[in-house]
Every structure is written in structure tokens, then in C-alpha cells.
């Protein structure tokens, strides 16, 4: 079995998309009602990645997709929580044993095991987050019982990226991954294009740390877990002048929060979900959020699932259909100058209008 790394990179080079010894028991819980409109016997599932479901990103966000239907269906759901890849396969047949009818799994280190487990299962159904299912090699591969979520998160990074340029008062700004995967840099890909697209209407040199779009190649702290380390990348960039960050690294974003808050001026971009509301200590130093629709994404699945229209076609979130778009600008809404805000918004539409490409060696083709 090939490494995460050389698995990300077969990928890249494809030019494709994204995306203990024994797995967490599941938690089940029974469906508290809502319009009970779920077919008897329906059992919506989620397996998630070593980030776990309070990583205040996409883990959480699929998570509140997957407790909405069984709130609004009266579904029944159950979960699996893996706290490293040893877990991934046992927590699918966890899930397959436990007779769940639709089994999402998040996240791009997931879509391998979770292929073996469709292909091995094929009467099941299964939603992958964040990317295409993979085979042993990393290739993507279409796989009839598993549908891929995904998200053409370049787009909105562009808009972020255009912000940071626009707020940035050092004129440098920066941004670093988890680990090097799709789902990872095509964050970092369209951050870096924004800044670009500002630099060229607004004939300044705003510089990005952490990214390098043409080397596909740059900043990571290795893992989705440690703290530490984002701490210590941000402090980093700091020491070289940035003043705006966009860490795309999961909890171990919350070291940017924590460095942010000890060097006064420096701001946040926060991914995934909405920082500000998953992050209420740190408001005060998020800019804004790129944000995935993860949990309308999920609940959208299951409501075709149990009309008995499964398919594996992907699902791709865009600015157009509202998949991807950057949170309020809560405490620096006053701060943002109406230009700016003009400009963002004129930029937003001049992609949905296809008069601006967005793209990354990783967006969804």
C-alpha cells in the first residue's frame, strides 16, 4: 500500500480531484421524531476521519448533516469515531454489521477503505466527503454504490485570498495545510490566485507564505491533530511579517487562533464551517470562514437515498449553488472597507458567471 503522501500526489499527477487495533464501538440513537418520513428500517451512518466529531470543521459539519435527518425524518443514525486510519476499516464493518443503509464516511483518508467496503458490499450505500473513492494505488475510481461530496473550495479561497490582499497592513499574508491532499490545497490553490487577482487590479505585491502554486508544494504540519505545531507555523509567518493567516489544517487550526490572539493585529481565515460559531473565544481574531455546505451536502443524500434515487454521481458544491462561500465578517464587518465588499462581491459573481476561472490541480473536473 502506497503512503497518504504518495497516494496524494498519484492524484495530483493525474491532474484528478479530490478527496487501536479495533475501530470505536458505534453510538446509536434513535430518531426523536420529525416528520417521520424515512422508510421503515432506514439508518443513515458516518464513519469519521482521526479528527473526530468535534473538530469544529468538517467532521462536525457532516456530523450536524447526519443528527439533522434523523431529526427531520425520524431516521434512525449511527456513529463510528476512528482516532487513526487503523480505525477506518473496522468502523465500516461496524456500521455494515450494525445494517445502516447509507454510510458516509469524512474525509479524503477515507476514500480507499471506504471503496474496498462498497465493493465488498455492493447492496449498501455509501457517501464519501471530500473526494472520489480510490483504489489501492490512490487512482480515483467510480465505484456504482458510492457517491463523492465535493466541493470547489478554490473558489471561495479566491474571494479569501482577494480579502487578505485587500486587509493585509504588512502586505503578507500566508497559508498551511494538515497534510499535502486535495482536499487540503485546493484551499491553498484559490487563497493564492486571490491574492494574485488583487495584486494585478490593485498594481500591488502583496506576497503569500506557505503556498506555492506551481511547485504544488509548501507548508504542513503533518497530521490534523496537533495543536502545537499550527501554533508554531503561525508563529512563524509572524515573525515574517504576516498579519493574515489561513490555516487548512482542522483542529490544529486552533494554534493559529491562540498565536493570533497573542500578536495583536494578526487575523484568521478559518475552513470548513463557520469559525466564528464553532470558535466563539477566538471571534475576535477571525476574519472570516471559507465554508463548505457539508451538512445540507449530507442531509440532500439521504432524502434522495430514501426516495430510492441513490446515485453515484458526484455532488460538487460551488458559489453557484451555494456548496462553498465565505461566513460573515462579524467583528470586522466595519473594518472591511465598502470598496472591498463591492469588489468581492463583483468578483463572486464574475465566477458564478464563468467570466473569472478558478482552478487548482485539484478542483473537481
Known amino acids: 500500500m502506497k503512503s497518504t503522501a504518495a497516494r496524494a500526489a498519484a492524484i495530483l499527477g493525474a491532474g484528478a480531484l479530490l478527496l487501536s487495533a479495533c475501530g470505536a464501538p458505534p453510538e446509536e440513537q434513535k430518531g426523536a421524531g420529525g416528520d417521520s418520513s424515512a422508510p421503515k428500517d432506514y439508518k443513515a451512518c458516518m464513519v469519521s476521519d482521526q479528527g473526530g466529531f468535534d473538530d469544529k470543521s468538517f467532521n462536525e459539519s457532516g456530523h450536524d448533516g447526519l443528527v439533522a435527518i434523523k431529526d427531520q425524518t425520524g431516521a434512525e443514525i449511527q456513529t463510528a469515531e476512528s482516532s487513526s486510519p487503523a ?18 464516511t469524512v474525509g479524503f483518508l477515507l476514500a480507499g477503505s471506504t471503496a474496498t467496503a462498497a465493493k465488498a458490499n455492493p447492496d449498501a450505500h455509501y457517501a464519501i466527503i ?30 479569501a485570498g482577494y480579502l487578505a490582499a485587500g486587509m493585509s497592513e504588512t502586505g503578507v499574508v500566508a497559508t498551511y495545510g494538515g497534510m499535502k491532499i486535495p482536499s487540503v490545497t485546493i484551499f491553498m490553490d484559490g487563497f493564492v490566485d486571490g491574492v494574485a487577482k488583487y495584486n494585478e487590479v490593485h498594481g500591488t505585491d502583496v506576497k503569500v507564505l ?19 505545531k499550527g501554533k508554531t507555523l503561525t508563529e512563524g509567518f509572524i515573525s515574517q511579517k504576516a498579519d493574515i493567516i489561513m490555516p487548512v489544517a482542522g483542529p490544529v487550526g486552533a494554534g493559529s487562533l491562540a498565536a493570533a490572539k497573542e ?33 445540507p451536502a449530507v442531509q440532500d443524500v ?14 460538487v458544491g460551488t458559489l453557484e449553488n451555494e456548496g462553498v462561500s465565505l461566513a460573515p465578517f462579524y467583528d470586522f464587518d466595519s473594518k472591511v ?29
Do not use: R
Open 263 to 295: 500578536h495583536d493585529g494578526t487575523k484568521v481565515i478559518w475552513v470548513d464551517a463557520d469559525g466564528a460559531k464553532t470558535n466563539p473565544d477566538s471571534k475576535e481574531v477571525i476574519l472570516t470562514s471559507v465554508m463548505k455546505g457539508i451538512s
Open 337 to 365: 472597507p465598502a470598496d472591498l465588499k463591492k469588489e468581492i462581491d463583483s468578483l463572486k459573481q464574475d465566477i458564478i458567471d464563468g467570466k473569472v476561472t478558478v482552478d487548482s490541480p485539484s478542483s473537481p473536473k
Open 87 to 104: 480505525d477506518f476499516q473496522p468502523n465500516l464493518q461496524n456500521m455494515l454489521n450494525q445494517g445502516c443503509t447509507l454510510t458516509y
Open 130 to 159: 471530500d473526494s472520489p473513492a480510490l483504489d489501492s494505488d490512490g487512482n480515483p475510481i467510480e465505484v456504482e454504490n458510492v457517491k463523492p461530496i465535493l466541493f470547489d473550495t478554490a473558489q471561495a479561497s479566491y474571494l
Open 302 to 315: 439521504a432524502t434522495a437515498d430514501m426516495a430510492g434515487k441513490f446515485s453515484n454521481e458526484p455532488y
Open 210 to 228: 506557505g503556498w506555492n502554486k506551481d511547485k504544488q508544494d509548501g507548508s504542513f504540519s503533518g497530521d490534523f491533530e496537533d495543536q502545537t
